[in-house]
């Protein structure tokens, strides 16, 4: 009985480490990270991923990454994709308080639109700033043929001065399998 108990706990502890191991593929703990960095920001990135910037697709203020498997037109650019927007704000100071009001103003018109469904907000910190976390349902619109259904997570991170917008957006199915690689980049992000 001793053996059988030995064995089956064993066994246990092997399927164990193994679903373990198979859980850190999946939320990105043994992809290879690159760095992307300007003058203001920085924030890793998976190195299989594609990046669109100012030269290739987007403004000045923004940048793209996508898998590389996925990104072979705009169209599928837009399946899965994380995006920054850095808005360079050289006035005064903005004060914290106006960064929240405003963010409550923006789910609030986000709950409004009949093609997205608020999941969830609120308040969080990214590299020990004030930040706000939006997860909302992309509805598809049937008017347009090209629409989808998807699910985007916005961040707005406040630093006195400047205001750095970070996405994802992924196609429903899409999603589970790349939320944890986005919460990577999202988290790697350093003013």
């Known amino acids: 009985m001793k053996k059988y108990f030995l064995l089956v706990s064993v066994m246990m502890l ?3 480490m193994l679903l373990t191991g198979c859980e850190q593929d999946k939320k990105g703990d043994q992809i290879v ?16 991923w594609n990046i669109f910037n100012e030269d290739e697709c987007a403004s000045f203020s923004n940048v793209f990454f996508t898998p590389k498997e996925v990104a072979k037109t705009t169209e599928e650019i837009l399946e899965v994709f994380f995006g920054v927007t850095f808005v ?22 986000r709950e409004r639109d009949p093609e997205s469904k608020v999941i969830s907000h609120g308040k969080t910190i990214i590299d020990g700033k004030p930040a706000y976390r939006i997860e909302s349902q992309i509805i598809p ?41 986005a919460n990577e980049m999202f988290k790697s992000f350093k003013w």
């Open 14 to 16: 092997l399927l164990g």
């Open 33 to 48: 990270w690159k760095e992307y960095a300007t003058e203001y920001y920085s924030l890793k990135y998976p190195a299989g």
């Open 88 to 109: 360079i704000e050289k006035g005064p100071e903005f004060p914290e308080e106006d960064f929240y009001a405003e963010m409550l103003i923006k789910v609030e018109e």
């Open 141 to 181: 619109d049937p008017a347009i043929e090209s629409s989808f259904e998807a699910k985007l997570v916005e961040i707005s991170l406040y630093n006195i001065y400047n205001i750095a917008e970070l996405y994802f957006l992924a196609k429903t199915d899409q999603y589970d399998t790349n939320i944890g690689i």
